[in-house]
């Protein structure tokens, strides 16, 4: 490209330094041995690192794509650790990682001619051309081919490759996978792939016109046939030979298969049954998914049997603290900060109700202490409140004497309800007047280590945005811990609008003819319906010690707003809650219970429970029946405002 | 503007860019424009369109309101083709027809042509840009004008998205370096906290954005308003500013920063904002296909419609295939 201005030119340096702050979290974009110099293992990992195929269900940001490339060649070589060791020792087979791209999705699904018959047929081209690419990377790092970043202290399962058998190697999978390989070497033919991914582009550029066009087909070329399991096999058969060792077991990584064409999604679901057993399958997957119904044959592969299936999202929020703690530690150390407990570093919770800390701190729930005031205070202001206290017959002034009486836990089981109620409820000055959020802003309510960790959910792209963004702040006011909450509740306040901004983008169908109908609804409509409908009964509505705050998707649920709760529940912006023996990976939300995620509910001034469900089509009757939605000022909201 | 009337950037696609100057001699064979809603649709045709050999004026089919009666009245009077058409294969089809039937007219001698890109959605304009620079024989000279706009304020757009995803295929970008980490490009308009979802929806590895400045002092500080939660903190030097009445300079800042990018990343362009950014992105997004995406992220036809009277001033850019 030739420039000839000196005017306006922007100066882009050749390293990209990025500022911490807007670093990608997404493993995604970082190379294995970038990903394993930052890795923390969480426990689902051993399992995922078993030789069996294994489907990884989480939604956006849970780690799914951190968690497979941790399973290949380079990363492993790469990370050193304790449980470094304890990896390579397990892990015995080769990995290859096939990352799904979201453009092809929809070069595939979307833009072309819905009737060519040819697009299905060059998506399936692409698929299997993209596969042989990652298998052929992975070959080349066997065989030490790669042009390595950092010295490999740890080698894995490295292979000895004389370059008359490369060479030979070349030339077969040349032969077998119909590519023009004008050097013979393995550099080569992965970029004869390349070319062929180019080569594909422009046939389905040249369908495309001729579609349009109403001309007949033009004929495909041979390639557009091979299918990638044979061909794998193949190619897999030929290095082994080449490289002279035994047949070994090679994992096929499948990451973010919901940006996938359904059919390949579909056809790699059902995979563990029909393929050579040389292959294990781990496919990572967004929760929800209409092709699982695939799952649900009798001849499919079953859970527990044909593949293991690891959720990596926390229903409960409790369970996700342990991972919490392990990153957090990794955090503070990576900024040569003490390695301190979470409690120090953040402060205690207003929602925490730890009953190890209220027995030691029995002084907590004193007569004056700030908790017995809050709990003062909203007896004060809350007359629904006052009344549940006298119909029960607490004393405000004797509740630290009762610590192990069923009552006193009742009554510390209410304290975040109370903290929400007192933070964001109208006093009930007038009775005429409809129950309003309070006009003040929102206090740091969203702050304490119990806190954030209930609003990452356990989800470490979160996890690092949040506290990565606390830590910039503290160290900007001069760092000192506890960090203050108003720095903490801040991080929450932004990372939650953000999330809301995702979810009002994530992409919905809305024809001309919707819009006749009336507005259009998104992702961010229906939960917002449903958040409103959670705050009107947790914290404007009368008092209850035991409200309503998930939902399950009844029968009632119009089909538009289930298919919006999808979106919304691979996004993360809603949390399946299964029963014990409940399915992990869903083709269908109906009769299914979910919570908003927490960070969502932090938006709409709800406190990070796992409440009694409610029917969906019930609960969003009561804001048609109130209009509640309109009497709440939302902007005061954190989140929102 | 004439600042730059004398450089050009060429490209290794082989687009030769060029700013476009009021008082450059028009004498076009064709005169392209977009019969829509808003006043300004007409202002750029009345101003050049009198020396075009042939006009047309592309309907739209949906949300024929406000401005759109009175427009067809002016362009029928003025003697365009009006054709109306709906969006996708059915304006493809009737725009390539109209191209390629002047293209044959015109045997080999070199055409010039001028399109008003004041009112085209972006989609449209994607196509028209595309097949005039790409697929059109005859290697036309196209000048690409716009009409900027006065001051309307912003609506309280809380429309869901129903289009995130490239413009059309020809702009979306083909994954044969998907192992590569995605850099966003975002131009920012002021529809509130738009740019900080697609932000989010992509996930970028690193993200850059064009922030619109101009002739007309009240954008700035809405644009700034509506982007506040993604402009806070955000490094300064991935902020770059760029003027509507400069175009040029516009298309060369993006080429500079998508040339800086474009080996280690793969970007993706979201012209948010004025359609100055919009056509730079495309020309851009061609310069660099198919390393380079360009998107779309809007509600659609579910958008309320709103006028935007011409401000007085025409600025653009010439182009064409080396």
């Given at each position: 490209?030739?420039?000839?201005?000196s005017?306006?030119?922007?100066?882009?340096?050749?390293?990209?330094?990025?500022?911490?702050?807007?670093e990608?979290?997404?493993?995604?974009?970082?190379?294995?041995?970038?990903?394993?110099?930052?890795f923390?293992?969480?426990?689902?990992?051993?399992?995922?690192?078993?030789?069996?195929?294994?489907?990884?269900?989480?939604?956006?940001?849970s780690g799914?794509?951190?968690?497979l490339?941790m399973?290949?060649q380079p990363?492993?070589?790469?990370?050193?650790?304790?449980?470094?060791?304890?990896?390579?020792r397990?892990?015995?087979?080769?990995?290859?990682?096939?990352?799904?791209?979201?453009?092809?999705?929809?070069?595939?699904?979307?833009?072309g001619?819905?009737n060519?018959?040819?697009?299905?047929?060059?998506?399936?081209?692409?698929?299997?051309?993209?596969v042989?690419?990652?298998?052929?990377g992975?070959f080349?790092?066997r065989s030490?081919?790669?042009?390595?970043?950092?010295?490999?202290?740890?080698?894995?399962?490295?292979?000895?490759?004389?370059?008359?058998?490369e060479?030979?190697?070349?030339?077969?999978?040349?032969g077998a996978?119909?590519?023009p390989?004008?050097?013979?070497?393995?550099?080569?033919?992965?970029?004869?792939l390349?070319?062929?991914?180019?080569?594909?582009?422009?046939?389905?550029?040249?369908?495309?016109d001729?579609?349009?066009?109403?001309l007949p087909?033009?004929e495909?070329?041979?390639f557009?046939?091979?299918?990638?399991?044979?061909?794998a096999?193949?190619g897999?058969?030929?290095?082994?030979?080449a490289?002279?060792?035994?047949s070994g077991k090679?994992?096929?990584l499948?990451?973010e298969?919901e940006l996938a064409?359904?059919?390949?999604?579909?056809?790699?679901?059902?995979a563990?049954?029909?393929?050579?057993?040389?292959?294990i399958?781990?496919?990572s997957?967004?929760?929800?998914?209409?092709?699982?119904?695939?799952?649900?044959?009798?001849?499919?592969?079953?859970?527990?049997?044909d593949?293991?299936s690891?959720?990596?999202?926390?229903?409960?929020?409790?369970?996700?603290y342990g991972?919490?703690r392990?990153?957090?530690?990794?955090?503070?150390?990576a900024r040569?900060?003490?390695?301190?407990?979470?409690?120090?570093?953040?402060?205690?919770?207003?929602?925490?109700?730890?009953?190890?800390?209220?027995?030691?701190?029995?002084?907590?729930?004193?007569p004056?202490?700030?908790?017995?005031?809050?709990?003062?205070?909203?007896?004060?202001?809350?007359?629904?409140?006052?009344?549940?206290l006298?119909?029960?017959?607490i004393?405000?002034?004797?509740?630290?004497e009762?610590s192990?009486?069923?009552?006193?836990?009742?009554?510390?089981?209410?304290?975040?309800?109370?903290?929400?109620?007192?933070?964001?409820?109208?006093?009930?000055?007038?009775?005429?007047?409809?129950?309003?959020?309070?006009s003040?802003?929102?206090?740091a309510?969203?702050?304490?280590?119990?806190?954030?960790f209930?609003?990452?959910?356990?989800?470490p792209?979160?996890?690092?945005?949040?506290i990565?963004?606390i830590?910039?702040?503290?160290?900007?006011?001069?760092?000192?811990?506890?960090?203050?909450?108003?720095?903490?509740?801040?991080e929450?306040?932004?990372?939650?609008h953000?999330?809301?901004?995702?979810?009002?983008t994530?992409?919905?169908?809305?024809?001309?003819?919707?819009?006749?109908?009336?507005?259009?609804?998104?992702?961010l409509?229906?939960?917002?319906?449903?958040?409103?409908?959670?705050?009107?009964?947790?914290?404007?509505?009368?008092?209850?010690?035991?409200?309503?705050?998930s939902?399950?998707v009844?029968s009632?649920?119009a089909?538009?707003?289930?298919?919006?709760?999808?979106?919304?529940?691979?996004?993360?912006g809603?949390?399946?809650?299964?029963?014990?023996?409940?399915?992990?990976?869903?083709?269908?939300?109906?009769?299914?219970r979910?919570r908003?995620?927490?960070?969502?509910?932090?938006?709409?001034g709800?406190?990070p429970?796992?409440?009694?469900?409610?029917?969906?089509?019930?609960?969003?009757?009561?804001?048609e029946?109130?209009?509640?939605?309109?009497d709440?000022?939302?902007?005061?909201?954190?989140?929102?405002? | 503007?004439?600042?730059?009337?004398d450089?050009?950037?060429?490209t290794?696609?082989?687009?030769?860019?060029?700013?476009?100057t009021?008082g450059?001699?028009?004498?076009?064979?064709?005169?392209?424009?977009?019969?829509?809603?808003?006043?300004?649709?007409?202002?750029?045709a009345?101003?050049?369109?009198?020396?075009?050999?042939?006009k047309?004026?592309?309907?739209?089919?949906?949300?024929?309101?406000?401005?759109?009666?009175?427009?067809?009245?002016?362009?029928?009077?003025?003697?365009?083709?009006?054709i109306?058409?709906?969006?996708?294969?059915e304006?493809?089809?009737?725009?390539?027809a109209a191209?390629?039937?002047?293209?044959?007219?015109?045997?080999?001698?070199?055409?010039?042509?001028?399109?008003?890109?004041?009112s085209?959605s972006?989609?449209?304009?994607?196509?028209?840009?595309?097949?005039?620079?790409?697929?059109?024989?005859?290697k036309?000279?196209?000048?690409?004008?716009?009409a900027?706009?006065?001051?309307?304020?912003?609506?309280e757009?809380?429309?869901?998205?129903?289009?995130?995803?490239?413009?059309?295929?020809?702009f979306?970008?083909?994954?044969v370096?998907?192992d590569?980490p995605?850099a966003l490009?975002?131009?920012?308009?002021?529809?509130?906290?738009?740019?900080?979802?697609?932000d989010?929806?992509?996930d970028?590895?690193g993200?850059?954005?064009?922030?619109?400045?101009?002739?007309?002092?009240?954008?700035?500080?809405?644009v700034?308003k509506?982007?506040?939660?993604?402009?806070?903190g955000?490094?300064?030097?991935?902020?770059?500013?760029y003027?509507?009445?400069?175009?040029?300079a516009?298309?060369?800042?993006?080429q500079s920063?998508?040339?800086?990018?474009?080996?280690?990343?793969r970007?993706?362009?979201?012209?948010?904002g004025?359609?100055p950014?919009a056509?730079?992105?495309?020309?851009?997004?061609l310069?660099?296909?198919?390393h380079?995406?360009?998107w779309?992220?809007?509600?659609g036809?579910?958008?309320?419609?709103?006028?935007?009277?011409?401000?007085?001033?025409?600025?653009?850019?010439?182009?064409?295939?080396?």
């Open positions: 490209m030739g420039c000839g201005v005017h306006g030119v922007v100066i882009v340096s050749a390293a990209f330094e990025l500022p911490s702050q807007f990608t979290f997404n493993a995604r974009s970082l190379r294995p041995d970038e990903v394993a110099r930052t923390v293992p969480p426990e689902h990992f051993w399992t995922i690192a078993k030789p069996s195929h294994t489907m990884i269900v989480g939604p956006r940001g799914k794509t951190t968690l490339k399973l290949q990363a492993l070589e790469a990370w050193h650790g304790e449980d470094a060791g304890r990896a390579r397990q892990i015995g087979y080769t990995s290859v990682f096939i990352p799904t791209d979201r453009s092809w999705q929809i070069r595939f699904g979307g833009v001619p819905a060519s018959d040819a697009f299905p047929r060059l998506g399936q081209a692409a698929f299997s051309t993209h042989l690419r990652a298998l052929v992975a080349r790092h030490g081919r790669t042009v390595d970043l950092m010295i490999h202290r740890f080698p894995h399962r490295r292979a000895q490759l004389s370059g008359k058998a060479r030979e190697l070349s030339s077969t999978l040349a996978w119909r590519l390989v004008s050097v013979p070497t393995l550099a080569g033919v992965h970029l004869a390349t070319e062929r991914l180019m080569e594909i582009r422009m046939l389905a550029l040249q369908v495309e001729r579609t349009r066009h109403q087909a033009t495909l070329p041979e557009v046939y091979l299918t990638f399991v044979e061909a096999v193949l897999v058969e030929a290095f082994e030979t490289a002279n060792v035994g090679w994992a096929m499948f990451d298969l064409p359904a059919a390949i999604r579909t056809e790699l679901i059902s563990p049954r029909s393929v050579d057993d040389r292959f399958f781990k496919l997957l967004s929760p929800f998914s209409k092709e699982l119904g695939a799952l649900e044959r009798p001849d499919a592969p079953a859970p527990g049997h593949f293991v690891v959720q990596l999202s926390y229903p409960r929020k409790e369970d996700g991972f919490c392990a990153l957090l530690s990794q955090m503070l150390r040569n900060l003490s390695d301190v407990p979470a409690e120090e570093v953040f402060g205690r919770s207003v929602f925490s109700t730890d009953p190890v800390a209220y027995r030691k701190g029995k002084s907590a729930y004193g004056d202490s700030a908790i017995t005031r809050d709990y003062k205070e909203l007896s004060r202001r809350d007359e629904s409140f006052r009344v549940y006298d119909e029960r017959g004393d405000l002034n004797n509740l630290h009762g192990h009486s069923q009552r006193a836990a009742e009554v510390r089981k209410l304290r975040a309800l109370v903290a929400v109620r007192n933070a964001f409820r109208r006093a009930d000055t007038d009775e005429h007047k409809p129950q309003r959020l309070r003040r802003k929102a206090p309510l969203y702050a304490g280590a119990d806190a954030l209930a609003a990452v959910e356990g989800n792209r979160l996890f690092i945005g949040i990565g963004g830590f910039d702040a503290a160290t900007g006011a001069g760092w000192r811990y506890p960090i203050s909450r108003p720095i903490q509740s801040r929450v306040e932004r990372a939650s953000r999330f809301l901004a995702l979810l009002r994530i992409p919905v169908i809305s024809d001309e003819g919707a819009f006749q109908q009336g507005r259009p609804k998104g992702v409509d229906v939960i917002r319906n449903i958040g409103e409908a959670f705050r009107k009964e947790i914290v404007s509505g009368p008092f209850d010690p035991e409200p309503f705050g939902f399950t009844d009632h649920s089909e538009t707003t289930v298919d919006l709760l999808g979106l919304a529940l691979n996004s993360g809603i949390v399946y809650v299964p029963d014990p023996d409940g399915a992990e990976v869903l083709s269908s939300l109906r009769g299914k979910f908003l995620s927490y960070l969502v509910a932090a938006a709409y709800l406190p429970r796992l409440d009694k469900a409610v029917s969906l089509s019930r609960l969003l009757s009561t804001l029946h109130s209009g509640a939605s309109g709440v000022d939302v902007q005061r909201l954190p989140g929102i405002n | 503007m004439s600042t730059f009337k450089f050009r950037v060429s290794d696609m082989g687009l030769s860019v060029n700013p476009w009021v450059a001699k028009a004498g076009y064979d064709l005169m392209i424009a977009a019969l829509g809603y808003e006043e300004r649709a007409t202002f750029a009345k101003q050049l369109g009198y020396s075009a050999s042939r047309i004026a592309f309907g739209f089919m949906h949300r024929q309101v406000l401005h759109f009666k009175e427009n067809m009245d002016w362009f029928f009077k003025a003697g365009f083709e009006v109306e058409a709906k969006d996708g294969e304006f493809e089809l009737a725009a390539e191209l390629k039937s002047q293209s044959r007219a015109a045997g080999d001698r070199q055409i010039r042509v001028c399109v008003d890109i004041s085209f972006r989609q449209r304009l994607a196509f028209l840009t595309s097949f005039l620079l790409r697929h059109m024989e005859g036309p000279i196209v000048d690409f004008i716009y900027p706009s006065t001051f309307a304020p912003p609506q757009d809380d429309l869901p998205i129903s289009y995130c995803e490239p413009v059309t295929s020809e979306g970008a083909w994954p370096g998907s590569l995605t490009i975002c131009g920012l308009g002021y529809e509130r906290d738009r740019a900080l979802g697609v989010e929806y992509l970028a590895a993200s850059w954005l064009f922030f619109p400045t101009g002739p007309i002092p009240e954008f700035v500080p809405e700034r509506a982007n506040a939660e993604l402009l806070e955000f490094p300064l030097d991935r902020v770059i500013y003027d509507l009445a400069t175009p040029f516009t298309f060369a800042r993006l920063l998508v040339s800086g990018l474009v080996d280690n990343y970007p993706v362009l979201v012209p948010l004025p359609k950014f056509l730079a992105t495309l020309l851009v997004g310069a660099h296909s198919p380079v995406s360009v779309r992220v809007s509600a036809q579910t958008e309320e419609p709103v006028d935007r009277p011409p401000q007085g001033d025409l600025v653009g850019l010439t182009v064409s295939r080396e």
